[in-house]
């Protein structure tokens, strides 16, 4: 990665947070003008090197751009004075207001996630604007067409247009409402890099990680919000165990198989910590808060047979009341069978079954083939783990399940 790729990747979402205050809430012009000063940074650079304050010399060369784009409009209006007051500063990247850098990329995290927009408009403005992917990474973590993401991130911002939203962090009335599109946005990113739903990879760490990066970014502008700190917690614990997720040529390795000690300890402790921070705030753990605690039961044992799955259990039963899904309900199934064996955790699964809850998912019968197999129903077994590979859309996990099912043979 080039210098002016790694200080986009890191800086963007203050730059352009920057920019899109000073364009009085235009974030269209301020991607824009932001890009334009990225080409010149790859040529000015290489040429005359790199300069001491790189953050600055993108927002100074983008913040012109802005001001020549107003010129040409001939709109001397207040968005125009705004732009030009300081059009005299040197570039030093004295720029903005060191006291409202976090207030920038706060809004823009609320901008991004505006509940005018769709989820999947939410993810790639997300991914776009304050993660600083490209257009072409983006489509390629979620396996989607190119222009299918630039047509998703310019329609998200001409519905943000016309819905005339401010760029601004929303008042306190508002940001918990709000504040949960955010964190939904970055779990889906964090969840799609952790478990691929399809392709040839089991995982897209870099999503995974960016996700992280941008959860740190997050707990760090609000620090009192104990479900910010109990995502970061989930996202963080999770990752944890990525080392020891996959064999030498990229092949799924199963909890039950994983060698603990390739677990990243520091990102345990992390997590940890994180998930310390929402206890301590008072209020209970919300629905993240209360995967993270799940997560820390896993990074806490020895081994599987170690693991407190009685807790683990009553967690999703707390998880299910506040937080109702099928998924939900099938984890708790995994959880009650090592905890209590599996024909108690075979009922759960075949209520789900009953009730027609996530067709043409391959999770159900997965689980449910996995239970019968342990209570020796072997032909019923085999016959749900191929349904299940059949349903499954990633190469990696498709062949576990495939090696399951020919096992039973």
Known sequence: MSSVEAVWRIESARIIGALTRFAGGDLDLAEDVAQEALAEALVSWSRDGEPANPAGWLLATARRRAIDSFRRRAARDDKYALLARDESDDGDGHLWDPDRIDDDVLALMFVA??????????????????????????????????????????????????????????????????????????????????????????????????????????AALLPAEPEVAGLLALCELTAARFPARTGPDGEAILLEQQDRRRWDLSAIRRGLAALGRAAAAGRGLGPYGLQAAIAACHASAGSVAETDWERIVLLYEALGRVAPSPVVELNRAVAVAMASGPAEALAVVDDLVARNRLPGSHLLPSVRGELLRRLGRTAEARAELELAARLCANAKERAVLARKAAALA
Do not use: N
Not at 140 to 156: D, G, K, S, W, Y
């Open 113 to 218: 996630c505006h509940p005018v927009l769709s989820p999947e408009a939410r993810v790639a403005l997300t991914l776009r604007t304050v993660g600083g992917l490209s257009t072409e990474e983006i489509a390629r973590a979620f396996l989607v067409p190119v222009p299918t993401i630039q047509a998703r991130i310019t329609r998200a911002k001409k519905t943000i247009a016309a819905a005339r939203v401010p760029f601004q962090v929303p008042p306190a009335a508002e940001r918990s409402e709000r504040l949960g599109g955010v964190l939904s946005a970055l779990y889906v990113i964090f969840t799609e890099g952790s478990t691929a739903t399809a392709g040839d990879s089991l995982m897209r760490r870099d999503l995974a990680y960016e996700a992280i990066r941008l959860l740190r970014t997050l």
